[in-house]
């Protein structure tokens, strides 16, 4: 696989997940329960997590 394929498929698959966590953060906010603040932790920590992966390559 090319450098410049695999770099274009690593950006897609993060802003996905990005995506993702954005969107179960936004959708759980409105309800109000313990289960609904761990699903929004977990998105956090999933961000977080994506945030510290870019920071490490280009450090």
């Given at each position: 696989m090319k450098d410049s394929t695999r770099t274009a498929l690593?950006?897609?698959?993060r802003t996905l997940v990005a995506a993702a966590c954005v969107a179960l953060v936004v959708v759980e906010r409105k309800t109000?329960?313990?289960?609904?603040l761990g699903i929004m932790l977990l998105a956090l920590a999933g961000l977080m997590?994506?945030?510290a992966s870019?920071?490490?390559?280009?450090?």
């Open positions: 690593l950006v897609g698959v109000i329960g313990w289960g609904h997590a994506l945030l870019y920071n490490r390559r280009y450090q």
